[in-house]
Protein backbone atom coordinates (compact mmCIF):
# COMPACT_ATOMS: atom_id res chain seq x y z
CA UNK A 1 0.00 0.00 0.00
CA UNK A 2 0.97 3.64 -0.79
CA UNK A 3 2.29 5.35 2.58
CA UNK A 4 0.24 8.31 3.68
CA UNK A 5 2.50 12.03 3.07
CA UNK A 6 3.48 12.06 6.70
CA UNK A 7 3.25 15.81 6.27
CA UNK A 8 -0.15 16.15 5.38
CA UNK A 9 -0.82 14.13 8.55
CA UNK A 10 1.15 16.73 10.18
CA UNK A 11 -1.45 19.56 9.24
CA UNK A 12 -3.04 20.67 12.54
CA UNK A 13 -7.03 19.95 12.68
CA UNK A 14 -9.28 20.64 9.49
CA UNK A 15 -8.40 23.91 7.51
CA UNK A 16 -10.03 26.75 9.32
CA UNK A 17 -12.61 27.40 6.59
CA UNK A 18 -14.31 24.11 6.12
CA UNK A 19 -14.68 23.75 9.50
CA UNK A 20 -16.44 26.79 9.89
CA UNK A 21 -18.58 25.59 7.36
CA UNK A 22 -19.35 22.53 9.46
CA UNK A 23 -20.14 24.31 12.16
CA UNK A 24 -22.64 26.61 10.34
CA UNK A 25 -24.35 23.66 8.65
CA UNK A 26 -24.61 21.83 12.01
CA UNK A 27 -26.02 24.95 13.42
CA UNK A 28 -28.51 25.07 10.55
CA UNK A 29 -29.93 21.94 10.92
CA UNK A 30 -30.29 22.22 14.55
CA UNK A 31 -32.25 25.74 14.11
CA UNK A 32 -33.46 25.34 10.36
CA UNK A 33 -35.25 28.76 10.98
CA UNK A 34 -32.57 30.83 12.00
CA UNK A 35 -31.58 33.51 9.52
CA UNK A 36 -28.01 33.03 9.17
CA UNK A 37 -25.80 35.85 7.80
CA UNK A 38 -21.95 35.37 7.00
CA UNK A 39 -19.29 37.58 8.25
CA UNK A 40 -16.56 35.00 8.21
CA UNK A 41 -15.41 34.07 4.78
CA UNK A 42 -13.33 36.33 2.21
CA UNK A 43 -15.51 35.11 -0.47
CA UNK A 44 -17.20 38.18 -2.76
CA UNK A 45 -20.60 38.02 -2.88
CA UNK A 46 -21.33 41.24 -5.61
CA UNK A 47 -21.58 40.49 -9.00
CA UNK A 48 -18.88 41.09 -11.41
CA UNK A 49 -19.76 44.84 -13.06
CA UNK A 50 -20.67 45.21 -16.84
CA UNK A 51 -17.06 46.52 -18.35
CA UNK A 52 -15.04 43.71 -17.08
CA UNK A 53 -17.98 41.52 -17.54
CA UNK A 54 -18.22 42.25 -20.84
CA UNK A 55 -13.91 41.57 -20.66
CA UNK A 56 -14.81 38.17 -19.87
CA UNK A 57 -17.53 37.61 -22.59
CA UNK A 58 -15.25 38.76 -25.20
CA UNK A 59 -12.06 36.37 -23.91
CA UNK A 60 -15.15 33.61 -24.32
CA UNK A 61 -16.12 34.98 -27.93
CA UNK A 62 -12.53 34.93 -28.97
CA UNK A 63 -12.53 31.90 -28.94
CA UNK A 64 -15.61 30.70 -30.99
CA UNK A 65 -13.37 32.11 -34.62
CA UNK A 66 -10.41 30.68 -36.03
CA UNK A 67 -8.76 34.09 -36.56
CA UNK A 68 -8.52 35.00 -32.46
CA UNK A 69 -8.95 31.58 -31.15
CA UNK A 70 -5.89 30.57 -28.82
CA UNK A 71 -4.62 27.82 -26.51
CA UNK A 72 -1.97 27.65 -23.83
CA UNK A 73 -0.74 30.84 -22.56
CA UNK A 74 2.17 30.12 -20.32
CA UNK A 75 2.97 33.35 -18.85
CA UNK A 76 -0.07 34.82 -19.83
CA UNK A 77 -1.19 37.55 -22.62
CA UNK A 78 2.43 40.00 -23.01
CA UNK A 79 -0.82 42.76 -23.34
CA UNK A 80 -2.06 42.13 -19.54
CA UNK A 81 1.33 41.48 -18.35
CA UNK A 82 2.64 45.09 -19.83
CA UNK A 83 -0.70 46.72 -18.39
CA UNK A 84 -0.18 45.55 -14.95
CA UNK A 85 3.29 46.25 -14.78
CA UNK A 86 1.73 50.21 -15.81
CA UNK A 87 -0.87 49.73 -13.65
CA UNK A 88 0.66 48.93 -10.68
CA UNK A 89 4.10 49.43 -11.26
CA UNK A 90 5.73 52.86 -10.68
CA UNK A 91 9.06 50.62 -11.47
CA UNK A 92 7.77 49.34 -14.65
CA UNK A 93 8.63 45.59 -14.66
CA UNK A 94 9.20 43.78 -17.47
CA UNK A 95 7.06 41.37 -18.92
CA UNK A 96 9.40 38.70 -18.43
CA UNK A 97 8.98 39.33 -14.80
CA UNK A 98 5.16 39.40 -14.62
CA UNK A 99 3.92 35.91 -14.66
CA UNK A 100 0.14 35.46 -14.56
CA UNK A 101 -2.03 33.01 -12.83
CA UNK A 102 -4.75 31.11 -11.61
CA UNK A 103 -4.97 33.17 -8.45
CA UNK A 104 -2.41 34.10 -5.74
CA UNK A 105 -3.26 31.34 -3.27
CA UNK A 106 -2.40 28.79 -6.05
CA UNK A 107 0.92 30.83 -6.62
CA UNK A 108 1.85 30.82 -3.02
CA UNK A 109 1.87 27.11 -2.99
CA UNK A 110 3.80 26.77 -6.46
CA UNK A 111 6.94 29.10 -4.87
CA UNK A 112 6.64 26.90 -1.68
CA UNK A 113 7.39 24.40 -4.22
CA UNK A 114 9.85 26.08 -5.70
CA UNK A 115 11.64 26.75 -2.33
CA UNK A 116 11.78 23.34 -1.12
CA UNK A 117 11.84 22.45 2.44
CA UNK A 118 15.57 23.40 3.31
CA UNK A 119 14.64 27.26 4.13
CA UNK A 120 13.58 28.91 7.22
CA UNK A 121 10.20 30.16 7.10
CA UNK A 122 8.85 33.60 9.05
CA UNK A 123 5.06 34.44 8.91
CA UNK A 124 3.33 37.06 10.67
CA UNK A 125 1.16 35.97 13.17
CA UNK A 126 -1.68 35.69 12.73
CA UNK A 127 -2.11 35.04 9.13
CA UNK A 128 -3.58 33.77 5.86
CA UNK A 129 -2.78 29.89 6.70
CA UNK A 130 -1.63 29.21 3.60
CA UNK A 131 1.87 30.09 3.74
CA UNK A 132 2.04 27.79 7.27
CA UNK A 133 -0.07 24.96 5.86
CA UNK A 134 1.86 25.26 2.54
CA UNK A 135 5.15 25.21 4.20
CA UNK A 136 4.29 22.16 6.64
CA UNK A 137 3.25 20.17 3.31
CA UNK A 138 6.69 21.09 1.45
CA UNK A 139 8.35 19.74 4.94
CA UNK A 140 9.77 22.84 5.41
CA UNK A 141 8.00 23.73 9.29
CA UNK A 142 10.75 21.50 10.85
CA UNK A 143 10.16 18.13 12.96
CA UNK A 144 8.35 19.26 16.20
CA UNK A 145 4.69 20.30 15.46
CA UNK A 146 4.50 20.76 19.32
CA UNK A 147 6.67 23.69 19.59
CA UNK A 148 5.97 27.04 20.94
CA UNK A 149 2.08 27.94 21.89
CA UNK A 150 1.08 25.14 19.50
CA UNK A 151 2.98 26.39 16.13
CA UNK A 152 5.76 24.31 14.24
CA UNK A 153 9.41 24.11 15.37
CA UNK A 154 10.91 25.07 12.14
CA UNK A 155 8.66 28.39 11.54
CA UNK A 156 9.17 31.65 13.25
CA UNK A 157 5.84 33.43 14.25
CA UNK A 158 6.00 37.11 14.46
CA UNK A 159 3.51 38.18 16.69
CA UNK A 160 1.42 41.21 15.15
CA UNK A 161 -0.75 42.42 18.19
CA UNK A 162 -2.24 45.82 19.69
CA UNK A 163 0.68 46.08 21.70
CA UNK A 164 3.12 46.22 18.67
CA UNK A 165 0.64 48.23 15.81
CA UNK A 166 0.14 45.08 14.46
CA UNK A 167 4.16 45.17 12.58
CA UNK A 168 5.83 42.55 13.75
CA UNK A 169 9.62 42.80 15.25
CA UNK A 170 11.75 41.64 12.67
CA UNK A 171 15.35 40.78 14.79
CA UNK A 172 14.02 37.12 14.90
CA UNK A 173 14.03 36.40 11.69
CA UNK A 174 17.01 33.84 10.88
CA UNK A 175 19.28 34.23 8.14
CA UNK A 176 18.17 32.96 4.76
CA UNK A 177 14.11 33.26 5.32
CA UNK A 178 11.46 32.46 3.39
CA UNK A 179 9.23 35.98 4.98
CA UNK A 180 5.94 35.76 4.50
CA UNK A 181 4.29 39.12 4.47
CA UNK A 182 0.86 40.24 4.01
CA UNK A 183 -0.44 43.87 3.76
CA UNK A 184 -3.37 44.93 3.71
CA UNK A 185 -3.41 41.93 6.43
CA UNK A 186 -5.79 39.17 6.40
CA UNK A 187 -6.76 38.64 9.21
CA UNK A 188 -5.61 42.19 10.82
CA UNK A 189 -6.54 44.57 8.29
CA UNK A 190 -3.66 45.94 9.44
CA UNK A 191 -1.70 48.08 6.36
CA UNK A 192 2.40 49.08 6.85
CA UNK A 193 3.65 52.21 5.95
CA UNK A 194 6.36 52.97 4.45
CA UNK A 195 9.23 52.99 7.31
CA UNK A 196 7.94 49.75 8.22
CA UNK A 197 8.20 48.58 4.51
CA UNK A 198 11.37 49.90 4.93
CA UNK A 199 12.58 47.90 7.45
CA UNK A 200 11.29 44.85 6.05
CA UNK A 201 13.11 45.34 3.24
CA UNK A 202 16.19 46.09 5.32
CA UNK A 203 15.45 42.96 7.60
CA UNK A 204 15.04 40.62 4.34
CA UNK A 205 18.47 41.77 2.64
CA UNK A 206 20.42 41.90 6.21
CA UNK A 207 19.24 38.02 6.56
CA UNK A 208 20.01 37.21 3.21
CA UNK A 209 16.29 36.23 2.75
CA UNK A 210 13.89 37.03 0.36
CA UNK A 211 10.06 38.36 1.15
CA UNK A 212 6.93 36.73 -0.43
CA UNK A 213 4.94 40.38 -0.30
CA UNK A 214 0.90 38.99 -0.73
CA UNK A 215 -0.67 42.40 -1.57
CA UNK A 216 -4.21 40.95 -2.77
CA UNK A 217 -5.70 43.43 -1.02
CA UNK A 218 -2.92 46.55 -2.33
CA UNK A 219 -6.62 48.04 -4.39
CA UNK A 220 -8.57 48.24 -0.90
CA UNK A 221 -5.91 50.83 0.14
CA UNK A 222 -7.23 54.44 0.78
CA UNK A 223 -4.86 56.17 2.57
CA UNK A 224 -2.25 57.63 0.15
CA UNK A 225 0.43 57.71 2.44
CA UNK A 226 0.38 53.80 2.55
CA UNK A 227 2.33 51.47 0.02
CA UNK A 228 0.53 49.54 -2.03
CA UNK A 229 3.13 47.17 -3.34
CA UNK A 230 6.41 46.61 -1.84
CA UNK A 231 8.55 47.78 -4.60
CA UNK A 232 7.65 51.47 -3.70
CA UNK A 233 10.47 50.42 -1.09
CA UNK A 234 13.76 51.43 -2.35
CA UNK A 235 16.06 47.62 -3.27
CA UNK A 236 12.91 45.40 -2.34
CA UNK A 237 13.12 44.14 -6.19
CA UNK A 238 16.68 42.85 -4.91
CA UNK A 239 14.71 41.06 -2.12
CA UNK A 240 10.59 40.68 -2.79
CA UNK A 241 8.61 38.51 -4.78
CA UNK A 242 5.09 40.03 -5.01
CA UNK A 243 1.78 38.14 -5.41
CA UNK A 244 -1.57 39.90 -6.45
CA UNK A 245 -5.13 39.03 -7.65
CA UNK A 246 -8.24 40.43 -9.65
CA UNK A 247 -10.17 38.16 -6.95
CA UNK A 248 -10.33 40.80 -4.28
CA UNK A 249 -10.74 43.82 -6.01
CA UNK A 250 -12.96 42.29 -9.13
CA UNK A 251 -14.90 39.81 -7.79
CA UNK A 252 -12.93 37.12 -9.69
CA UNK A 253 -12.77 34.54 -6.62
CA UNK A 254 -14.66 31.98 -9.13
CA UNK A 255 -13.12 33.26 -12.17
CA UNK A 256 -9.53 32.83 -10.98
CA UNK A 257 -6.65 35.02 -12.41
CA UNK A 258 -3.66 36.84 -10.86
CA UNK A 259 -0.32 37.44 -11.13
CA UNK A 260 3.53 37.22 -9.28
CA UNK A 261 6.40 39.25 -9.56
CA UNK A 262 9.55 37.95 -9.53
CA UNK A 263 12.10 40.58 -10.52
CA UNK A 264 15.58 39.56 -12.54
CA UNK A 265 17.51 41.06 -9.84
CA UNK A 266 16.47 38.59 -7.53
CA UNK A 267 19.14 35.62 -6.46
CA UNK A 268 19.70 32.74 -4.66
CA UNK A 269 22.73 32.21 -2.83
CA UNK A 270 24.87 30.49 -5.42
CA UNK A 271 24.31 33.33 -7.45
CA UNK A 272 21.08 31.40 -9.67
CA UNK A 273 18.51 34.00 -11.26
CA UNK A 274 14.94 33.10 -9.06
CA UNK A 275 13.32 34.38 -11.46
CA UNK A 276 14.72 31.55 -14.28
CA UNK A 277 13.78 29.00 -11.72
CA UNK A 278 10.30 30.48 -11.26
CA UNK A 279 9.40 30.25 -14.87
CA UNK A 280 11.07 26.72 -15.48
CA UNK A 281 9.17 25.57 -12.40
CA UNK A 282 5.42 27.26 -13.34
CA UNK A 283 6.41 26.44 -17.12
CA UNK A 284 6.52 22.36 -15.82
CA UNK A 285 3.56 22.14 -13.51
CA UNK A 286 1.29 24.78 -14.57
CA UNK A 287 0.23 25.60 -17.79
CA UNK A 288 -1.29 29.00 -17.69
CA UNK A 289 -4.13 31.55 -16.86
CA UNK A 290 -7.89 30.29 -18.43
CA UNK A 291 -7.26 33.00 -21.74
CA UNK A 292 -11.26 33.57 -20.92
CA UNK A 293 -9.89 35.04 -17.50
CA UNK A 294 -7.07 37.02 -19.02
CA UNK A 295 -9.95 39.17 -21.42
CA UNK A 296 -11.70 39.81 -18.09
CA UNK A 297 -8.23 41.17 -16.16
CA UNK A 298 -7.32 43.20 -20.00
CA UNK A 299 -10.80 44.96 -18.74
CA UNK A 300 -10.11 45.31 -15.46
CA UNK A 301 -6.93 46.94 -16.08
CA UNK A 302 -8.63 49.88 -18.63
CA UNK A 303 -9.65 53.25 -17.43
CA UNK A 304 -13.38 52.16 -17.19
CA UNK A 305 -12.29 48.74 -15.59
CA UNK A 306 -10.56 50.44 -12.64
CA UNK A 307 -13.37 52.97 -12.06
CA UNK A 308 -15.35 49.36 -11.74
CA UNK A 309 -12.92 48.13 -9.55
CA UNK A 310 -12.88 51.77 -7.13
CA UNK A 311 -16.53 51.18 -7.10
CA UNK A 312 -16.72 47.53 -5.99
CA UNK A 313 -14.16 48.06 -3.18
CA UNK A 314 -15.63 51.23 -1.93
CA UNK A 315 -18.77 48.93 -1.77
CA UNK A 316 -17.12 46.40 0.64
CA UNK A 317 -15.59 49.13 2.73
CA UNK A 318 -19.05 50.49 3.76
CA UNK A 319 -19.55 47.28 4.37
CA UNK A 320 -16.64 47.35 6.71
CA UNK A 321 -17.51 51.10 8.23
CA UNK A 322 -21.20 49.46 9.36
CA UNK A 323 -19.54 46.35 11.15
CA UNK A 324 -17.06 49.44 12.80
CA UNK A 325 -19.58 51.50 13.84
CA UNK A 326 -21.54 48.63 15.76
CA UNK A 327 -18.48 47.20 17.26
CA UNK A 328 -17.95 50.81 17.95
CA UNK A 329 -21.41 51.04 20.05
CA UNK A 330 -20.73 47.81 21.47
CA UNK A 331 -17.42 49.21 22.58
CA UNK A 332 -15.29 46.50 21.49
CA UNK A 333 -12.16 47.32 20.61
CA UNK A 334 -10.93 46.45 17.20
CA UNK A 335 -9.00 47.46 14.05
CA UNK A 336 -9.06 47.41 10.62
CA UNK A 337 -11.65 47.84 8.05
CA UNK A 338 -10.34 51.36 6.84
CA UNK A 339 -7.92 50.18 3.80
CA UNK A 340 -8.78 46.23 4.10
CA UNK A 341 -11.89 44.62 4.47
CA UNK A 342 -11.32 43.04 7.37
CA UNK A 343 -11.82 44.64 11.01
CA UNK A 344 -10.27 42.31 13.89
CA UNK A 345 -12.16 42.39 17.04
CA UNK A 346 -10.84 42.05 20.43
CA UNK A 347 -12.47 40.45 23.04
CA UNK A 348 -9.83 40.05 25.84
CA UNK A 349 -9.57 36.48 27.87
CA UNK A 350 -12.26 35.26 25.96
CA UNK A 351 -11.19 31.97 23.63
CA UNK A 352 -11.81 32.65 19.50
CA UNK A 353 -13.98 29.59 19.32
CA UNK A 354 -15.83 30.04 22.50
CA UNK A 355 -16.73 34.02 21.29
CA UNK A 356 -17.41 32.52 17.27
CA UNK A 357 -19.81 29.84 19.13
CA UNK A 358 -21.57 32.72 20.91
CA UNK A 359 -21.99 34.74 17.63
CA UNK A 360 -23.70 31.90 16.06
CA UNK A 361 -25.90 30.83 18.51
CA UNK A 362 -27.27 34.22 19.81
CA UNK A 363 -27.00 36.61 16.69
CA UNK A 364 -27.17 33.98 14.31
CA UNK A 365 -23.44 35.52 12.48
CA UNK A 366 -20.57 33.28 11.25
CA UNK A 367 -17.91 34.99 11.69
CA UNK A 368 -14.06 33.46 11.78
CA UNK A 369 -11.77 32.89 15.43
CA UNK A 370 -8.93 34.56 15.47
CA UNK A 371 -7.13 31.45 16.39
CA UNK A 372 -7.17 29.64 13.29
CA UNK A 373 -4.92 32.30 12.03
CA UNK A 374 -1.96 31.42 14.24
CA UNK A 375 -1.41 31.62 18.16
CA UNK A 376 -1.23 35.66 18.25
CA UNK A 377 -4.88 35.96 16.86
CA UNK A 378 -6.44 33.49 20.10
CA UNK A 379 -9.21 36.16 21.73
CA UNK A 380 -9.77 37.70 18.53
CA UNK A 381 -12.92 37.73 15.85
CA UNK A 382 -12.49 38.52 12.49
CA UNK A 383 -15.39 40.12 9.98
CA UNK A 384 -15.44 39.96 7.03
CA UNK A 385 -17.07 43.11 4.78
CA UNK A 386 -17.69 40.21 1.98
CA UNK A 387 -21.77 40.01 2.26
CA UNK A 388 -24.65 41.65 0.78
CA UNK A 389 -25.52 45.22 2.15
CA UNK A 390 -28.61 43.46 3.69
CA UNK A 391 -27.03 41.39 5.34
CA UNK A 392 -24.44 43.47 7.01
CA UNK A 393 -26.71 46.57 7.93
CA UNK A 394 -29.11 43.27 9.92
CA UNK A 395 -26.11 41.85 11.35
CA UNK A 396 -24.81 45.47 12.73
CA UNK A 397 -28.57 45.63 14.47
CA UNK A 398 -28.96 42.38 15.83
CA UNK A 399 -25.22 43.14 17.53
CA UNK A 400 -26.11 46.22 18.76
CA UNK A 401 -30.42 45.50 19.68
CA UNK A 402 -29.55 43.69 22.63
N1 LIG B 1 -3.86 36.06 -0.13
C1 LIG B 1 -4.65 36.47 0.86
C2 LIG B 1 -4.06 37.26 1.98
C3 LIG B 1 -6.00 36.13 0.88
O1 LIG B 1 -6.76 36.52 1.89
C4 LIG B 1 -6.52 35.36 -0.17
C5 LIG B 1 -7.94 34.94 -0.19
O2 LIG B 1 -8.67 35.05 0.73
C6 LIG B 1 -5.66 34.97 -1.17
C7 LIG B 1 -4.35 35.32 -1.15
C8 LIG B 1 -6.15 34.08 -2.28
O3 LIG B 1 -6.43 34.80 -3.39
P1 LIG B 1 -6.72 34.11 -4.80
O4 LIG B 1 -8.19 34.05 -4.94
O5 LIG B 1 -6.05 35.03 -5.75
O6 LIG B 1 -6.10 32.75 -4.80
Known amino acids: MVKRNRNIGRLKAAYLFPEIARLRREFAAQHPDAKIISMGVGNTTEPILPHIAAGLTEGARRLERAETYSGYADEGL?????????VYYKVAFGIDEIFISDGSKCDIGRLQTLFGPEVN????????????????????????????GGGYSGIRYLPCTPE????????NIENDSIIYFCSPNNPTGAAADKRQLSSLVAAALRTGSIIVYDAAY??????GALPKT???IPDADKC?????????????TGVRLGWSVVPKGLRFAGGESVNADWSRLTSTIFNGASNIAQYGGLAALDGEGQREIRQMTDFYLENASLIRGALNTLKIDCVGGDNSPYIWARFPGRASWEVFAELLEKYHIVTTPGSGFGPAGESFIRFSAFSHRAGIEEACRRLTAR
Not at 218 to 223: A, F, K, T
Not at 241 to 249: P, Q
Open 240 to 252: AIEVNSFSKSAGF
Open 78 to 86: AELREQISG
Open 164 to 171: NNYFPDLS
Open 121 to 148: IAVQDPSYPVYVDGSVVIGAAGKDDTAS
Open 230 to 232: IYE
Open 218 to 223: SDYIRD
